[in-house]
Nanobody, 116 residues
Framework: EVQLVESGGGLVQAGGSLRLSCAAS????????VAWFRQAPGKEREGVSC????????YYADSVKGRFTISSDNAKNTVYLQMNSLKPEDTAVYYC?????????WGKGTLVTVSS
């Protein structure tokens, strides 16, 4: 069974850090673009960061550039999102997405709450 499972969310004070994990099962991340999206209450889902597992290239939304870092562990088939200097506006449900030419997988999300 193909699954993406996010973990690592929680409650943190502004200025703090969290590391989100996205673990894949049933397929390998190797040829996928893996992205983190987030959706805050009452807002549309937005792209946060992406890593292309084929060439290692990364992308960050302007709102998180310099604070968030996406990385991967091929042995664990897991992609991480290190989030530093968190702000209350980072509060959202964070979703992992893996996409290639044929497939598009989503996790169920993990909640990040940043208190001021």
């Amino acid at each position: 069974e193909v699954q993406l499972v996010e973990s690592g969310g929680g409650l943190v004070q502004a200025g703090g850090s969290l590391r989100l994990s996205c673990a894949a099962s049933g397929f390998s991340f190797d040829d996928y673009a893996v992205a983190w999206f987030r959706q805050a209450p009452g807002k549309e889902r937005e792209g946060v960061s992406c890593i292309n597992k084929r060439d290692g290239s990364t992308y960050y939304a302007d709102s998180v550039k310099g604070r968030f870092t996406i990385s991967s562990d091929n042995a664990k088939n897991t992609v991480y999102l290190q989030m530093n200097s968190l702000k209350p506006e980072d509060t959202a449900v964070y979703y992992c997405n893996a996409e290639d030419a044929y497939s598009d997988y989503w996790g169920k999300g993990t909640l990040v709450t940043v208190s001021s």
